[in-house]
């Protein structure tokens, strides 16, 4: 016997605010009600390098603020994280008024937005990204997640902060590896989606490799947008949202072999050209822009060697990729530079594991 139809509707908004010297002025955000309790999420080296205007903005604009740090890095970002923040913040006295406010880079971020949409059943957050990656990428877009024993990003919730503040300022604190981490999601933006900005990364990659933060603002909007656009079109990746994961069939696979050791951006630069070699000629992907991608990646120092990782270390986690229907890999490739192909309603192709093997060993 059938009832009814009990139907949901889900609601995804985040508004995402670009501004110079914002994380000094958060009070002018409407971060939420001054009656609520903020809960600062942050890793150690964050806080010390912006924690203490951050806690002032916060602590003008809500009754309580509490600190919690966690383990810096990839392999913090685990359940064991996620549940041991749930207990503090009960302890803390953090209710369902409460806000979760998110400090620093992906991980932090991935971390924060899965606590605020498990604890109490889902709770607001705001994002504070501090790093490129986080800025361009990681920061936007609803997606919470942490790693387990099986892969990258296996336990995980579309959970989207009311409000993103990108603030360029704090790019200039960056190492240069985490500059160019960050720039090669970037780089994948312009890839997947904008044609022009890849041809403007091409244009100055010397200044670009440096870490030019103050550079930033010339293309970090275009970037920005490249994401908000293609997750307004599909907020639950459902469909489109699918050519985001351009390279990081490989990449992640790359990140969990390495034990994290090789870092996000680089796993998906390297995992961007293996899966263009792979499977571009099945779509008719043009050599020519095969070859700007690797020219470009070289150009920036985002191609290092990948060190001891042989393609069957990476098959384990190739098998369980989240993108897999049927038992077949799927890549997310462009049928031209800036424009990704999509078969039968689908933005992911197969490819064939030895594609994807004989690919990987000549780049590598």
């Keep these: 016997m059938i009832l009814c139809d009990l139907k949901y509707e889900r609601e995804f ?99 924060a937005g899965f606590v605020a949409a498990t604890y109490l059943r889902g709770i607001p957050w705001v994002a504070l990204p501090t790093s490129l990656l986080a800025q361009v990428d990681a920061g936007i877009g609803g997606k919470t997640g942490v790693n387990t024993a099986s892969g990258k990003n296996r336990a995980g919730a579309f959970h989207p902060p009311f409000q993103v503040v990108v603030d360029p300022e704090v790019l200039q604190t960056l190492p240069l590896i985490e500059w160019k981490n960050g720039l090669a999601e970037a780089v994948k933006h312009s890839w997947i989606a904008d044609e022009n900005l890849f041809a403007q990364f091409e244009q100055q990659p010397s200044s670009l490799k440096k870490g030019a933060a103050a550079a930033a603002l010339d ?70 822009h095969v070859l700007r991608l690797e020219q470009l990646l070289h150009e920036l120092d985002l191609l290092p060697s990948a060190g001891d990782l042989d393609f069957d270390s990476l ?10 229907l049927n038992g077949r890999i799927r890549v997310a490739v462009p049928v031209r530079l800036g424009k990704m192909v999509e078969q039968e309603g689908s933005w992911t192709v197969p490819v064939q594991l030895e594609s994807l093997r004989h690919a990987w060993e000549s780049l590598h």
Aim: charge should be negative.
């Design 13 to 111: 908004a985040s508004r995402i605010a670009v501004e110079p010297g914002a994380l000094n002025r958060l009070e002018g955000f409407e971060l939420g009600s001054s009656s609520s309790h903020a809960a600062l999420i942050a890793d150690a080296d964050v806080l010390e390098l912006h924690g203490h205007r951050v806690l002032e903005s916060l602590k003008k604009e809500f009754a309580a603020v509490t600190v919690f740090t966690i383990p810096p890095g990839e392999n913090g970002k685990t359940l064991e994280t996620v549940a041991d923040l749930q207990d503090r913040l009960s302890d803390a006295g953090v209710d369902r008024s409460g806000l979760i406010v998110g400090l620093g880079g992906g991980v932090v971020l991935d971390i």
């Design 315 to 324: 098959l384990p986690f190739l098998r369980h990729d989240k993108k897999n």
């Design 219 to 288: 293309w970090l909007a275009a970037a920005i947008t490249v994401k908000t656009s293609v997750v307004a079109e599909d907020p639950f990746e459902q469909g489109k949202r699918s050519i985001l994961n351009a390279g990081h069939t490989i990449g992640h696979a790359v990140e969990t072999a390495s034990s994290h050791a090789v870092k996000h951006g680089f796993a998906v630069a390297r995992g961007m050209v293996v899966e263009a070699r792979a499977s571009g000629e099945d779509v008719g992907l043009p050599e020519e």
